[in-house]
């Protein structure tokens, strides 16, 4: 057998594969991580291919920092419409004049009711309200016969307005249902909302989606938001952004874990997203070595250069009382990638709280040691053993190494890919910054 389609069922342990090399995971957000993680576990090195609409943060993250390829299908079938989208909190009337809209031309209905345990409560609700239609009932814990006669009803057009619970999510592809009403909306994930509005409007004609709340009950800001989402992206193809606001909204996950969300607020999405990217091109970079010895380095972006020294660097909160203010002045010291812009946000500093405390300066002056490492070409500058220390993969090679003694100061040690600088003593506390910068800067013009 050369090709399995399957269920869940072929992540059981008792079903095994000779020599699996691809695996595509179809409807991708209804997969979990310990899902996926244990398809790869079969075999270490199989391809993967994800399709989905709207794909689960942990997934899209990934791909925006390079760790998976992604590519996007954005053209409509011909004909295809946008589905006009309503939120509001739920209301009998406007329910009543939806679903007759869409009788009065031929069309079907979607009402969904995500409890199984109060369904029967809401179809005789839907039978008082709209007496004109045929009500029919679907959920998964129904007898899969009754469910099957209920469904293929509703396909042969036997029932006008279908009473379901979630389970029409994916997979269906009824172009007479143009209508879907959904009952406390808010308590739906935003790819859920975006899955369930794509089951109307498969056709050539205009369809309608309704998102309703409970009046009287208090939603949470979470719920209002992914509410407003769904309101604003009503555009064809809107899926990506949608899975980029559930990202901003829930967080990228564990990139190695099994979390599929998690925090991001704290630093920022755009500064965490360039965060990630600049480690990913780190394990990336590819170092060969030739017969000669020479060491070649591809792939190789500067801006990774990772600064340690023995000093505390820091925004203090006592020169800076507010926490949120304190987060965006690091995103932009973060952004800074030269030295005038580091002089005027040393400026500001001082201009709107005063006096720069040893930790503010101590931490610009390591700003400014990362921008003249990176145009120096040096990959880290830490301090071990008393001393500070300069790495890059350029000097491992002969003519790298050779060429570094005429731009040191002669109390400099030379090693292999790396230069030892004398580090401040109790004799000779100061200075060393000083000979640092001074360092950097002979490499720079060498």
Not at 9 to 30: A, N, P, W, Y
Not at 322 to 345: F, M, P, V, W
Request: hydrophobic fraction near 40%; aromatic fraction near 6%; charge should be neutral.
């Amino acid at each position: 057998m050369d090709i399995v389609i399957g269920t869940h069922r072929l992540l059981s342990k008792d079903v095994t594969f000779k020599d699996l090399g691809l695996l595509i995971i179809d409807e991708e957000q209804r997969f979990g991580v310990t899902h996926k993680e244990r398809l790869k576990q079969m075999r270490t090195e199989v391809d993967v291919l994800t399709l989905t609409a709207t794909p689960i943060p942990r997934t899209l993250y990934m791909s925006l920092t390079g760790i998976r390829d992604v590519s996007m299908i954005a053209t409509a079938p011909d004909e295809r419409l946008s589905v006009i989208t309503h939120v509001g909190s739920y209301n009998e009337r406007t329910a009543r004049q939806a679903i007759l809209r869409e009788l009065d031309r031929d069309g079907q209905v979607f009402f969904v009711h995500n409890r199984v345990q109060s369904i029967g409560i809401i179809k005789r609700k839907l039978e008082r309200l709209v007496p004109e239609a045929r009500i029919g009932v679907a959920h998964g814990q129904m007898d899969e016969h009754e469910l099957e006669r209920a469904m293929t009803a509703f396909i042969e057009g036997g029932i006008d307005v279908l009473l379901c619970t979630s389970i029409i999510e994916s997979g269906l592809d009824i172009p007479n249902a143009n209508t879907l009403v959904v009952d406390r909306a808010d308590r739906f994930g935003l790819a859920q909302l975006y899955q369930l509005r794509g089951r109307v409007g498969r056709g050539a004609n205009r369809a309608y989606a309704y998102f309703f709340h409970e009046k009287t009950h208090r939603m949470t800001p979470e719920a209002r938001e992914r509410l407003d989402t769904i309101a604003e992206q009503t555009e064809l193809g809107a899926g990506y952004g949608i899975a980029m606001r559930d990202l901003e909204m829930r967080g990228a996950g564990d990139v190695l874990g099994v979390r599929q969300h998690g925090q991001i607020a704290a630093v920022g999405f755009h500064l965490y997203t360039r965060l990630l990217s600049r480690a990913v091109k780190q394990i990336k970079t590819q170092t060969t070595v030739t017969p000669a010895g020479e060491v070649i380095v591809t792939d190789w972006d500067l801006g990774l250069t990772t600064v340690d020294l023995p000093i505390p660097a820091t925004l203090p909160s006592d020169y800076i009382p507010d926490r949120d203010l304190r987060l965006r002045l690091y995103r932009r010291l973060a952004e800074i990638k030269e030295e005038k812009a580091l002089n005027d946000i040393a400026a500001e500093l001082a201009d709107r709280f005063g006096p720069l405390p040893e930790p503010v300066e101590n931490l610009l002056f390591q700003m400014r040691v990362k921008l003249l490492a990176q145009r120096a070409s040096v990959e880290a500058v830490s301090h071990e053993d008393g001393q500070i220390v300069l790495r890059s993969r350029l000097w491992e090679t002969e003519e790298g190494h050779a060429g570094l003694g005429s731009a040191l100061d002669v109390r400099a040690r030379i090693s292999k890919g790396k230069v030892w600088l004398p580090r401040a003593t109790d004799e000779a506390r100061e200075g060393w910054k000083e000979q640092l910068i001074s360092t950097l800067e002979r490499l720079n013009r060498s």
